[in-house]
Structures are given as C-alpha cells and as structure tokens.
C-alpha cells in the first residue's frame, strides 16, 4: 500500500527566504506526482506536476523535483513572499486513471 | 487548467436531513469525478471514486447507503448526506479527470456543518 509522507508538518520562515518542502512515497511505481496548494477553507490548486519520466518541473519561483527510485520529491519556492503562506500537499498516481494517494501536507507561513 | 465548480460552499442543515452537494466540471468532460473529505488541519480522504454512468466505488469504512454518489453524466456528480448527523460535519472537496489529461482537478469545497 502506497504511503506518502511530508516533513515538515509545519514550517515558518521570514519573508525573502526560499522554501524547500519535502515528500516521500514507498511505492517507486507512480505514474504522477502533483503538488497543490490549499488556502484555509478552499479546496485544491494545482501547482505543478511531474510524469514519472520527469526529473523536474518549474513555474515561475516553484520547481519541484522528482527522484522516482528513491522515492522523493520536493518543491522549492524562490524568494517567499506572505502570499505563499498556505498548507502545501503533494499526491501521487499509481497508474492513469487511478486515484491520488496525498501526504499529510506542510503548513507554511512567511512572515513579513 | 481545467476549471471544477462545486456548490454550494458552505452549508448548515439540521440532524436528520439530507444534504446534496454538487461538482461540475465547466470546460471539460470528466469521466472520473473522485470525492474526499478533509477534517481540521489533516490531509484528504478518499471516499470514493465515481465514473459516469457507472456506481461508485466506496473506499473501506465509507458508508454507501449514508453517501449516496451519482455521476450520471459527464459534467456532473453529486455527494448527498443522508440523514445527516453532527458528526458529518466536515469538508467535503470533489476533484474531477478526463480521459485526455493525468491531473486532477479539484472544487473549492463544500463546508458542512449538521446543527
């Protein structure tokens, strides 16, 4: 059975500061894995994602990494800024079609 | 990406009563439409996944009496509560895939509260 693990839970910088979110899955078998963005009390926004044959992925100040046999990813922000602040998801894909396999996700706040 | 509208946002209904929510996809046809359930500060559970014209697929210790999943075309699912209870309050997200595209693409959730 796939886990998906994110570490931290929670993670507080200044404003300026570059993020660096950490998941891992025990299952190398992935088809996909997204990174998404939740605002309290919204639902998801797709920030990024990566086919298995992909190492990365970038947009604009986020890229996000892939190291499928290790069982990793992670997404970096450049340059934080207070509207990043937000709990940050990442989920894998077994095969297409199949459902999303979430991490626990890491709750991010930048501080002005 | 695609855009998931889900209605309505937030809802407040009394113990006993039923409660419908609803997903639509607005610029594509979803032919898989997942429902999740998501409680304070933890991560999305899966409920089940649902592909048009067929019965939905309940995940372990999700009741499919209680709710009740259908996805009768390709534009739109519905998640109703029955008989709802204080303990479903929660939030409720559907996210929803076409045949072409691998991502997900999600709704902005529908806040329960049974009083």
């Known amino acids: 059975k796939q886990e998906v693990t994110q570490i931290p839970a929670a993670l507080s910088v200044p404003e300026g500061e570059n993020l660096v979110l950490n998941c891992s899955f025990t299952?190398?078998?992935?088809?996909?894995l997204q990174w998404f963005r939740q605002d309290p009390g919204k639902g998801l926004t797709s920030l990024l994602l990566?086919?298995?044959?992909?190492r990365e992925q970038t947009s604009g100040r986020l890229n996000a990494s892939l190291d499928k046999s290790s069982g990793r990813s992670t997404l970096y922000i450049a340059a934080s800024q207070p509207g990043d602040s937000a709990t940050y998801l990442c989920a894998v894909i077994k095969a297409a079609g199949n459902k999303l396999t979430f991490g626990g996700g890491t709750r991010v706040l930048v501080k002005p | 990406g695609a855009v998931v509208s889900q209605h309505p946002s937030w809802v407040i209904c009394k113990s006993g009563t039923s409660v419908k929510i609803e997903c639509r996809s607005l610029?594509?046809?979803?032919?898989?439409m997942f429902w999740y359930r998501q409680f304070p500060k933890q991560s999305l559970m899966l409920m089940a996944t649902?592909?048009?014209?067929?019965?939905?697929?309940?995940e372990q210790g999700v009741e499919k009496d209680k709710f009740l999943i259908n996805h009768a075309s390709l534009t739109l699912s519905t998640l109703t509560v029955t008989s709802a209870h204080p303990e479903d309050s929660s939030f409720y997200i559907c996210?929803?895939?076409?045949?072409?595209?691998?991502?997900?693409?999600f709704g902005q959730g529908t806040r329960l509260t049974v009083v």
């Open positions: 299952d190398s078998a992935i088809y996909n």
């Open positions: 610029d594509f046809q979803a032919t898989t």
């Open positions: 649902s592909n048009e014209g067929s019965k939905a697929t309940y």
């Open positions: 996210s929803a895939r076409d045949q072409v595209h691998t991502e997900a693409f």
């Open positions: 990566i086919q298995s044959s992909q």
